[in-house]
Structures are given as structure tokens and as C-alpha cells.
């Protein structure tokens, strides 16, 4: 049965970096298992390496020690357009700041994953019509970034980075620049819409209000993963 296997499982994730002659262990052997529907917060103060799990976590940096496994299958020995593929195909990232292309309309942004992904253009736009609105974007499908507020470009945002149907999604600090009221706003529909589609999620945030909404909580201390109340 699916559910008795994780989306990610990170096993024994060391991840180093080296600053002039010196070297930072950020990760020494950091364990943690996400399932389906399940969303995790990830909190800890800056600096702790959240960031950096979540960068391995989503096969953008490769660890020095460890295994990656996504869905049960291990990454770390795939070569780099594998990793490429899985990424785009079975990953979804939200960050910060939400890096919606300019010239282009909410709808557009979030169609032209799915086109890149090879969906005709028909179906991208149908099912990026079906997701803005899901996220209370119904009216706002023509508007290009610019046109939009800040909680509205991070709702794109989460429409954008779940428009192919990945299996994990990964948010760094995803309502970190906005005010608390958007930020519960967008939260909110974030957490909706990973309980509706079955999304394994790892949201690192700041808000203790937030990651008290989420089904676990986990935190780093010294290089590893340990859980929270
Ligand atoms: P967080 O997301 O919890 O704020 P990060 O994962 O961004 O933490 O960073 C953890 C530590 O690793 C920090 O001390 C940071 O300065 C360091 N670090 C992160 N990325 C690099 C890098 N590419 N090179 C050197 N040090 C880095």
C-alpha cells in the first residue's frame, strides 16, 4: 500500500560546508520521514540549516553523507538530469519571495510549468484556472504580478509549484515578508489544499501559530532533526 511508504525519507543526512579553512556542519545524520497528506512545520532559528534540509530534501544541493529517498527510490547515485526530472516532475518548491515572472498573468505563470512539463496548452490552462480559483484567485487570472498583493502572489505562488502534481512540496519561510493576517490568509490555503491532493509538505516557518495548524511539528538541534509539541 502507498501509505506505508514515505514520499521523502531522508536517512543519516550530513551536509558540511567549508568557509575559509574551516568547515560548518550544518547536518550531521538528520533523519526524517514525510507521508502522504501530511504537513510538517519545520522551525528553528536562523541558522539552524533549515534551508540547507530542504535544499537536499528537494535535490537541489547533494549531501556529503546520507540518502535521499523519494517514494522509496534512493537519488544520490542518479545523474544530474534524473535528479532534474524527479525535481520537476515529483517536487514542488515555494519560496520567500515568490519569483513570478513579470511579464506574464497568474494564469500564465501557472501554465507554463505544465506546458514545460509537456501538457498541451488547453489543459494547463484548465487546470491552472481550476487551482487560481481553488485558492480564491478567480478574478485575478489576467493580472501580472505587479498588479497583484503580496498575499495574492504567494497564493500564484502555491498554484505555480503544485500545478504538476508533485508528490512532496517544500516551502522555505513561504509567508515570511508578509503582514500576520495574509500570512494565516495564505497559510490557510496552503494547508487546504495539501490536506485535498495528498501532498507530503515540509513548510520551514517563523510563525509558531502556523506551525501549530500543521499535523508535526520538527525542529534542528545540532545537525539533527528532533520532533516538537
Ligand atoms: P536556516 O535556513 O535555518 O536559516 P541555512 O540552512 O540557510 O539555515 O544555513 C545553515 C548554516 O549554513 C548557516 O550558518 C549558513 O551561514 C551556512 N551556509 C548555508 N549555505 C552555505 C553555503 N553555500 N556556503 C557556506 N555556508 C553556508
Given at each position: 500500500m502507498a501509505d506505508?511508504?514515505?514520499?521523502?525519507?531522508?536517512?543519516?543526512?550530513?551536509?558540511?560546508?567549508?568557509?575559509?579553512?574551516?568547515?560548518?556542519?550544518?547536518?550531521?545524520g538528520a533523519e526524517l520521514a514525510v507521508w502522504a497528506g501530511e504537513s510538517i512545520a519545520l522551525i528553528g532559528p536562523s541558522g539552524a540549516g533549515k534551508?540547507?534540509?530542504?535544499?537536499?530534501?528537494?535535490?537541489?544541493?547533494?549531501?556529503?553523507?546520507?540518502e535521499v529517498y523519494i517514494a522509496e527510490a534512493p537519488t544520490s547515485e542518479l545523474p544530474d538530469h534524473e535528479r532534474t526530472r524527479i525535481r520537476?516532475?515529483?517536487?514542488?518548491?515555494?519560496?520567500?519571495?515568490?519569483?513570478?515572472?513579470?511579464e506574464f498573468s497568474a494564469l500564465e505563470n501557472v501554465m507554463l510549468p505544465q506546458m514545460i512539463g509537456g501538457l498541451p496548452r488547453g489543459e494547463a490552462r484548465a487546470r491552472a484556472s481550476e487551482l487560481l480559483s481553488y485558492l480564491g484567485l478567480r478574478d485575478r487570472l489576467k493580472h501580472r504580478p505587479a498588479e497583484l498583493s503580496g498575499g495574492e502572489q504567494q497564493r500564484v505562488a502555491i498554484a505555480r509549484a503544485v500545478a504538476?502534481?508533485?508528490?512532496?512540496?517544500?516551502?522555505?519561510e513561504p509567508t515570511g515578508n508578509l503582514d500576520p493576517r495574509t500570512s494565516a490568509h495564505v497559510f490557510g490555503a496552503l494547508t487546504q489544499l495539501v490536506r485535498a491532493s495528498g501532498l507530503a509538505a515540509i513548510i520551514a516557518t517563523h510563525n509558531m501559530d502556523i506551525a501549530q495548524k500543521m499535523d508535526r511539528r520538527v525542529t534542528l538541534r545540532d545537525g539533527l532533526v528532533v520532533e516538537v509539541e
Open positions: 506505508e511508504t514515505p514520499v521523502l525519507y531522508l536517512r543519516g543526512i550530513q551536509r558540511r560546508y567549508r568557509q575559509g579553512t574551516d568547515t560548518l556542519d550544518v547536518l550531521k534551508s540547507t534540509l530542504l535544499h537536499v530534501a528537494g535535490l537541489l544541493e547533494h549531501q556529503d553523507e546520507g520537476r516532475t515529483q517536487i514542488g518548491f515555494i519560496y520567500q519571495f515568490h519569483h513570478l515572472l513579470a504538476n502534481a508533485p508528490r512532496l512540496l517544500l516551502a522555505d
